[in-house]
Nanobody, 124 residues
Framework: VQLQEWGPGLLKPSQTLSLTCAVYGGSITTSYYYWSWIRQPPGKGLEWMGVIGYEGSTYYSPSLKSHTSISRDTSKNQFSLQLNSVTPEETAMYYC?????????????????WGKGTLVTVSS
């Protein structure tokens, strides 16, 4: 399985970030995998943002839920992240990953395949 993410690279504060992750070698509708977005600001640790499930369910980090949305296009085998009203503090490397869930319903899990990441810079 390979994942490849892409996005705009540079945004201004208050703009909307849209990232897409293409999945190769596996279907995003295959039970029971989930598909996640994670980010890492410069010099900081990884932050889990949210997931979309094989059946289309979504779960978000509570701290980001108000301005985050994850969707998918099953015809293209892609899933996407939308982050509204970005701030400079959201400058980070953004990754997509496949998640092997701890159970058949979402209760966390482990990432087994990752994309290489795409750098997003928010600056005026």
């Amino acid at each position: 399985v390979q994942l490849q993410e892409w996005g705009p690279g540079l945004l201004k504060p208050s703009q909307t970030l849209s990232l897409t992750c293409a999945v190769y070698g596996g279907s995003i509708t295959t039970s029971y995998y989930y598909w996640s977005w994670i980010r890492q600001p410069p010099g900081k640790g990884l932050e889990w943002m949210g997931v979309i499930g094989y059946e289309g369910s979504t779960y978000y980090s509570p701290s980001l839920k108000s301005h985050t949305s994850i969707s998918r296009d099953t015809s293209k085998n892609q899933f996407s992240l939308q982050l509204n009203s970005v701030t400079p503090e959201e400058t980070a490397m953004y990754y997509c990953a496949r998640v092997v869930p701890a159970s058949s319903s979402w209760d966390g899990g482990r990432m087994d395949y990752w994309g290489k990441g795409t750098l997003v810079t928010v600056s005026s």
